[in-house]
């Protein structure tokens, strides 16, 4: 085997360098990650000697090329494409890196949120607890333990921004002191706290006016993306000094200007966009759910989960506020809210049961336990979103424990509580908010066991083993089948190569075959291939088949000249066609007309590339009959 070939004929096929990003190499594979894989013609990467195969796992294009094999070509490819040598690990990386963008942001919020779920689980069941407790028991509401209780369990979600800010600096590569920094200069005391804002008018909230621009003085407790976005781009910006600072004024100069850039830019720039997009989503929340009826709580029992994603939900109390301050003063966002985190919470909990991963399951269990009680954030976050077919299925059931604590009419006498401890403020309506809940829990529970699977390393292993070994051993099937066969394309007389009307043909300077004085004027596609070129003339294609055969069909001779009169093209280059699938549609009389012979040649073009070839018809032929066979 030629190495130094088989990697060129790879890398060209590939669309060179360009289209690169990195290349690595395990037991038998060549492991690539390329920009963009439709740009490649798979065909004729599988056809090139050496590759016995070609299949994509996980954003990685591999190249089944063999044992002791593989190495050697690899070597000849980072020559060729003058790329440095990569690890399996950096390969994942770069396919990772690959993905679309969505799958991207999805898994930094897995991986922002990841480790701190401890926090966020032992804050929201303490709070849940207390909470639940303060509603049971008046008195316990008042007393010293209920106070340091209540400090305790909510220390993590009043400074959760802060935790968001250290966690997604670790993720992004930045300083995690500049990135708590960022996260406290969000959540400064200065600042109005943002739960209060919405008792405020707008008249009342101070702001600042720098360079014209006026800065609002609001925190953003509760919040989520902004946080995550504006850590984000400080790390974008230290990086980006770090490289261009010099390193003798890099120590102060960089930390000094990133956190004054990013918090500017937070304050003023991504805060006050991110709470428009807020008012926006809370007046169409509260117009949906007070004027959609059941349909308008359905979509929000089912949209609910995203407005925790994007730290929102904490501003539902305005709407709620207002509900009990109006006519009748009864909240009935609590049932909607309710519905959707119970749901959520029964998703987590199938994930817990279900798993198999004991790192999964002592995050499932416990957070499910959370959703129960009210808070939501550990089951999303931390397990719900990071799998993403729970998170859905969560959705579906608290779109129908909405729908159906719509139809009952439940309304709370209260709001900041749902799950179980929602029972102490709905106690006009125990049944309907217990079947609002069971109903969420049963669906949302069900759908995810069902859908749900866990993939496991071993699964991925075996995934790709099995992919590899399918794929090897359809190619060993192919090598193994020598003989191959063309059926013919037109019904009609055989006739002898040597006796088609035209010396071209007969000479076998094209290749071999046979000539068929057509009975009628249609040609099928002689075996499953692939159109490999048409004739602008519509009387001639060419196809590829089994076993590499590329095979000309030409209907009569010289009927090039006829400019396509009389000729009906029925395919495309490039398109895939089945055997007895129609081609081409001609008129045998016009052919005549004209003065030339609709002699039609069938001839195997590559026939060099095989050992042994053998016209087995003769006389009259039926279309899709064998008509000659060929070995490698």
């Not at 509603?135 to 316990?140: L, N």
């Not at 997009?277 to 308008?296: C, K, N, P, Q």
């Amino acid at each position: 085997m030629d190495y130094a070939k088989c990697a060129k004929e790879i890398y060209e096929t590939l669309g060179g360098r360009s289209n690169l990003v990195s290349a690595a190499h395990c037991a038998t594979r060549l492991r690539l990650v390329t920009v963009d894989n439709s740009k490649i013609d798979m065909k004729k990467l599988e056809n090139i000697d050496g590759v016995k195969g070609v299949f994509s796992n996980n954003g990685q294009l591999q190249l089944i090329i063999g044992t002791g094999t593989v190495n050697k070509v690899y070597e000849e490819f980072l020559k060729v494409s003058q790329m440095t040598a990569a690890t399996k690990e950096e390969v994942k990386a770069a396919a990772a890196a690959q993905q679309p963008l969505i799958k991207r942001m999805i898994k930094a919020l897995g991986d922002v949120f990841v480790p701190i779920l401890p926090a966020i689980v032992a804050s929201g069941l303490m709070m849940g607890l207390v909470e639940a407790l303060g509603k049971a028991i008046p008195a316990f509401a008042g007393s010293d333990w209920y106070g340091i209780l209540d400090l305790m369990a909510n220390t993590a979600f009043t400074f959760l921004p802060i935790l968001i800010a250290v966690s997604a600096t670790r993720v992004f590569g930045g300083n995690i002191f500049l990135g708590a920094v960022i996260g406290m200069i969000m959540i400064h005391p200065n600042l109005i706290n943002a739960w209060s804002v919405g008792s405020m008018d707008a008249a009342d909230i101070p702001v600042w006016h720098l360079f014209g621009l006026p800065i609002r003085q609001v925190g953003y407790q509760g919040h989520v993306i902004p946080v995550v976005i504006a850590v984000w781009l400080m790390c974008k910006i230290e990086k980006w000094m770090h490289k261009h600072i010099p390193e003798m004024i890099d120590l102060f100069v960089t930390p000094l200007s990133t956190v004054l850039l990013t918090a500017f830019l937070t304050l003023g720039l991504i805060g006050p966009i991110f709470s428009t997009a807020e008012s926006y989503v809370l007046d169409f929340a509260g117009w949906i759910i007070t004027v959609g009826h059941g349909v308008g709580a359905m979509i929000m029992g089912a949209l609910y989960p995203f407005t925790v994603v994007c730290g929102i939900h904490h501003m539902y109390n305005v709407i709620e506020a207002g509900m009990l301050s109006a006519a009748g003063g009864l909240n009935i966002w609590m049932p909607i809210a309710s519905a959707a985190n119970f749901a959520q919470g029964a998703a987590c909990l199938a994930v817990g049961l279900k798993s198999k991963k004991l790192k999964t399951k002592s995050v499932a269990i416990p957070s499910s336990l959370s959703a129960a009680l009210g808070i939501t954030e550990p089951a999303i976050f931390g397990v719900n979103l990071r799998f993403t077919k729970p998170l859905l299925c969560g959705m579906a059931g608290g779109a129908a424990g909405a729908l159906l604590g719509s139809i009952f009419r439940i309304g709370a006498t209260s709001y900041g509580v749902t799950g179980i401890p929602g029972f102490l403020i709905t106690l006009d309506y125990t049944w309907q908010y217990a079947i609002v809940l069971i109903v969420s829990f049963v669906i949302s529970f069900a759908l995810t066991w069902v859908v749900w699977k866990e993939e496991t390393e071993d699964d991925k292993k075996k995934t790709e083993i099995n992919q590899a070994e399918q794929t090897e051993r359809s190619v060993q099937e192919q090598t193994e089948a020598k003989e191959l066969v063309l059926f013919a394309p037109v019904k009609g007389k055989v006739i002898d190569r040597e006796a088609i009307p035209d010396e071209t043909f007969a000479s076998g300077v094209l290749g071999d075959g046979v000539g068929i004085e057509p009975e009628i004027g249609e040609v099928v596609a002689p075996f499953d291939g692939e159109i490999s070129s048409v004739a602008e003339t519509r009387h001639a294609v060419g196809i590829t088949g089994p076993g590499e055969m590329e095979v000309l069909i030409h209907v009569g001779i010289d009927t090039v000249k006829m400019n396509g009169e009389g000729f009906e093209l029925l395919v495309r280059e490039g398109e895939t066609v089945k055997c007895g699938q129609k081609l081409i549609r001609f008129d045998i009389d016009k052919i005549k007309a004209a003065g030339y012979s609709s002699t039609t040649a069938v001839l195997l073009t590559n026939r060099d590339d095989y050992s042994a070839f053998q016209v087995v018809k003769s006389g009259k032929t039926e279309q899709r009959e064998k008509l000659f066979v060929a070995e490698k």
